[in-house]
């Protein structure tokens, strides 16, 4: 003979169920964090190196996407072959001091949540006077 399930223990294994799913998923999935964020650089002009690499590095659950900005803006990684990105790390190819001095911030995307990068500038300069050529502007100055 079968004893009748009283519907208050149903409710309660169901919500037991739930919550004990519900901190396992938890655990599984997080938002973004970071484990490595922009920095200042500085790129020495003449380089035969011939690019510069901004590094970001994030740990999250599901994967994440990444974006970088400069000076706020967002940079097209797919529109301007000068960019790449590895990893997390933005590639800037055949950088110029016209173009590419700034700020610089990256931004981490997974379903939980985004995050953005503390600020890490590029500048451009020489790394010893040795090896610096003095500018005709400051050469002007200078007599």
């Not at 650089?41 to 659950?61: H, I, K």
């Not at 055949?94 to 700020?103: E, H, L």
Request: proline share 7%; with cysteine; aromatic share 10%.
């Amino acid at each position: 003979m079968r004893q009748p399930v009283s519907p208050a223990l149903v409710l309660s294994v169901v919500s037991w169920l739930t919550d004990w799913a519900g901190v396992h998923s938890a655990k599984e999935n997080f938002g973004p964090v970071f484990k490595e964020e922009p920095k200042y650089t500085l790129y020495p002009e003449g380089s035969a190196e011939g690019r510069v690499t901004l590094n970001c590095q994030v740990r999250a659950s599901p994967p994440i996407t990444y974006r970088w900005k400069v000076n706020g803006t967002d940079i097209n990684v797919e529109g301007d072959s000068r960019y790449s990105l590895v990893g997390g790390n933005l590639v800037i190819s055949s950088p110029t001091r016209s173009k590419d001095p700034g700020s610089y911030q990256c931004l981490a995307t997974n379903k939980i949540g985004t995050i953005i990068s503390k600020e890490g500038f590029l500048r451009f300069g020489c790394k010893s006077s040795n090896n610096c050529h003095l500018r005709p502007w400051i050469r002007a100055s200078l007599t």
